[in-house]
């Protein structure tokens, strides 16, 4: 096949499964039979386009294939338009590149482009363990952050307290930062508002970034029983905050909408297919595609891998992923 004056030709090492969100794929329009999985890939550059300047053959490539791509990162070889994929660097692996860029990139809009993060700001992470929540920790860190985040079962609190010296000896060089609390709520126990006004002097964080919002108190399911109510999330909030939401539905009633007119504090909805769904901030895109896959490379950014699985077992694992929207999977070719 010829390829496309902007199109690069890659053979895939890697790629990463991510939950599909049909409703939003119709929503935008896309109608197709097939909608391509595994959009996280990694790489290596075969041929290139004769307009296609940022890449040559033999070139190791990262990045995220568009909603409507025609194939999926679990073919062998993909073509796919320059303007969406980035230099890999040298010292990161493929799979760390192909599994954990999906969450960077939600990490990265969360903080920087919603939220306008700042050293000496104070952020609350729900679910801190979680691959998301673990790059919004990171990310906060290095930049000087003041951390709070809360853990969702007895195993996930010691895994966060054990991390604790690494990410804020390491990462940090110079600038004094500490996780402030790692807030379990797995047992009923720990009212979240009691603490966070604890640890902020009684001001409130300047952001808080959930995975997911609890809109009555009688949820059923087990793993909604833990996720906080949206009106603890607007309580915990200071003056002037940011809260970055994941729920597609949140409601908000009219008391609700008076503390946030209270605070002056906003709301965003977190939603990283945006990026390359529009083509009106390209430019923006790439530096954060670029920025996180070097934070990744030195260490900034430190996802907790799962064991990547064979082209084989794909299937198996993109239905586990599809289940549970948390886990992640990365396949490797």
Not at 7 to 36: H, N, T, Y
Not at 213 to 230: A, S
Request: with cysteine; charged share 20%.
């Amino acid at each position: 096949d010829v390829l496309g004056s902007h199109q690069v030709r890659m053979k895939v090492k890697a790629c990463g499964l991510s939950p599909l969100d049909f409703k939003l794929i119709q929503e935008v329009g896309i109608q197709r039979d097939f909608v391509p999985v595994g959009r996280e890939v990694a790489g290596v550059v075969l041929q290139v386009g004769p307009k296609v300047t940022f890449f040559q053959p033999e070139d190791e490539v990262v990045g995220v294939l568009p909603l409507d791509s025609p194939c999926s990162g679990l073919c062998e070889v993909i073509d796919i338009d320059e303007y969406y994929i980035v230099q890999k660097p040298e010292k990161l692996s493929s799979l760390c590149a192909a599994g954990a860029l999906r969450d960077g990139v939600c990490a990265y809009t969360a903080l920087h482009t919603h939220a306008r993060m700042a050293a000496g700001h104070t952020l609350l992470v729900m679910d801190g363990s979680s691959p998301f929540g673990l790059m919004c920790v990171q990310l906060a860190c290095y930049h000087g952050v003041k951390v709070l985040t809360t853990s969702h079962s007895p195993q996930k609190q010691a895994f966060l307290e054990q991390l604790r010296p690494k990410w804020f000896g390491v990462l940090c060089g110079s600038v004094f930062v500490h996780t402030a609390r790692v807030i379990p709520v797995h047992n009923g126990s720990s009212d979240l508002l009691s603490v966070v006004l604890e640890e902020t002097g009684g001001l409130g964080v300047d952001i808080v970034v959930d995975s997911g919002v609890c809109l009555h108190g009688d949820e059923e399911e087990e793993d909604k029983k833990l996720l906080p109510h949206k009106h603890d999330i607007i309580s915990v909030l200071g003056v002037g905050g940011h809260w970055v939401t994941s729920h597609k539905n949140l409601q908000l009633d009219p008391p609700d909408c008076r503390l946030l007119h209270l605070k002056s504090a906003s709301v965003s909805f977190l939603n990283p297919e945006v990026w390359t769904t529009s083509s009106a901030q390209q430019g923006r895109y790439l530096h954060i595609l670029k920025d996180i896959v070097e934070k990744m490379s030195a260490g900034v950014l430190r996802p907790q891998m799962e064991e990547a699985v064979p082209l084989y077992e794909a299937t198996v694992a993109m239905e586990t992923v599809q289940r549970h929207p948390k886990k992640k999977a990365v396949v490797q070719l």
